[in-house]
């Protein structure tokens, strides 16, 4: 079997079996890229080559100054691409088995206190058609915690709005009901009276939020849009649509609620992975204790 052969099939096992959302597979195949270049530059077959030629690669790939972090998720994406050769006997052992990861510290996402959140969203100019969605877009990133994909993919089909509640299909076409706040509902519905004023294009009749041409909005343009009001309000952080999310998680967390309904709301598969949020709750419990516990504070003489 062929190269192409070969990835195409991994490409079709991470996306039917593991059930990878379209992005995940992406980041998956650009990395294993990497493999198949050094592959066909050093002349090996990838179904001999060992753990020291692996090893080799990894080192250039640091040569090149890259973070612990993406050489962690290069490996994780070699592990996962050799046990599917294992898996489907396109080889007998897996040579990233006995491979190290970096050690990686935590890196603790970053979020926007609820006083910052109310800076970006004064500064959208709701007069306009472009405005009126994208502050829609933004509350109800930060009200139900969604993922960008998750977002541009709201069809009206997903809209429970006397119920409460929204229906999202995360990452691997997994389905959730997250409840959605009254004021998110009056921005959508401020948006959906805007909306009735576009031409929508064939296929997106369904499709929220919709671009001014009439097609479903993208990705890149919440991003834009996301850098662009933080600049305005003069927040200096590093802004992207995912910052409302965690942003969403921490202010739950803060406030008392439990993380197995994070989790859910959230559509992490793993506790560990919203457990990240702790941290923060901790950083936040001792900062609290700091400014407030009378131990905490000097006495003035």
């Known amino acids: 079997m062929s190269i192409t052969e070969i990835t195409s099939s991994y490409k079709r096992y ?113 007069s306009t058609n472009e405005g009126t969605r994208n502050y829609a877009i933004f509350e109800t990133l930060y009200s139900c915690g969604l993922r960008v994909s998750e977002i541009i993919n709201l069809r009206f089909q997903n809209l429970y709005f006397d119920e409460g509640f929204i229906r999202v299909e995360g990452k691997g076409n997994k389905q959730r009901l997250v409840p959605i706040s009254d004021i998110a509902i009056q921005k959508i519905n401020n948006w959906i009276d805007h909306r009735k004023q576009i031409n929508i294009r064939k296929g997106s009749e369904d499709v929220l939020f919709i671009s001014k041409r009439g097609n479903a909005i993208s990705r890149i343009t919440v991003f834009y849009y996301a850098k662009l009001y933080a600049e305005m309000a003069g927040i200096q952080k590093d802004i992207s649509p995912h910052v409302f999310r965690h942003s969403f998680a921490t202010h ?40 407030h516990h009378p131990r905490s504070r000097l006495k003035k003489k």
């Open 14 to 126: 991470l996306l039917l079996e593991k059930g990878l959302s379209k992005n995940s597979i992406e980041a998956y195949m650009h990395d294993l890229q990497k493999l198949l270049d050094f592959a066909v530059e050093e002349q090996l077959s990838l179904k001999t080559i060992e753990l020291s030629n692996i090893e080799t690669l990894l080192a250039q790939q640091f040569d090149k100054e890259i973070s612990p972090r993406s050489l962690a998720r290069i490996i994780s994406g070699l592990r996962s691409f050799f046990g599917f050769m294992v898996l489907y006997e396109y080889r007998e052992d897996n040579p990233t088995e006995l491979l190290e990861a970096p050690k990686i510290g935590l890196k603790l996402p970053i979020t926007l206190s609820v006083e910052e959140i109310d800076k970006i969203l004064s500064v959208i100019d709701v």
């Open 252 to 291: 739950l967390l803060e406030r008392g609620a439990n993380i197995r309904v994070i989790q859910e709301m959230l559509g992490h598969e793993k506790i560990t992975t919203t457990e990240i949020y702790t941290h923060l709750d901790r950083n936040y419990l001792r900062q609290e204790i700091i400014e």
